[in-house]
């Protein structure tokens, strides 16, 4: 019943910009916490930002703050990640993540994932 899919990936390059946006159907998110997630060929899946239900507050890597903001729309029932500044080192398959249970920045805490989108930043 309950699908993620992320959307607008691509190439871009260095100082480059992407919009990443998780369409949600069977849930919505402004009564659930979520979070972007992304990991790199090699590495372990790390939290990118996040976004609380309750309050709708936002919570950001250290790597990624004042570059990336995560926002919802309400009649739409999608999220969006705005990357502004890419660096080669934030090329990853990011993936949109919805929990079911108290705030956390941690993976394996989440329950219901989309497919991924791939962000590749390459001169």
């Known amino acids: 019943q309950v699908q993620l899919v992320e959307s607008g990936g691509g190439l871009v390059q260095p100082g480059g910009s992407l919009r990443l946006s998780c369409a949600a159907s069977?849930?919505?998110?402004?009564?659930?916490?979520m979070a972007w997630f992304r990991q790199a060929p090699g590495k372990e899946r790390e939290f990118v930002a996040g976004?609380?239900?309750?309050?709708?507050?936002?919570a950001y890597a250290d790597s990624v703050k004042g570059r990336f903001v995560v926002s919802r729309d309400n009649v739409k029932n999608t999220v969006a990640l705005q990357m502004d500044n890419l660096k080669p080192e934030d090329t990853a398959v990011y993936y949109c993540?919805?929990?079911?249970?108290?705030?956390?920045?941690?993976?394996?805490?989440?329950?219901?994932w989309g497919q991924g989108a791939q962000v590749t930043v390459s001169s």
């Open positions: 993540a919805v929990s079911t249970a108290a705030w956390t920045i941690v993976a394996s805490d989440y329950t219901y």
């Open positions: 069977g849930l919505t998110f402004m009564q659930h916490n």
């Open positions: 976004l609380t239900w309750i309050i709708g507050s936002t």
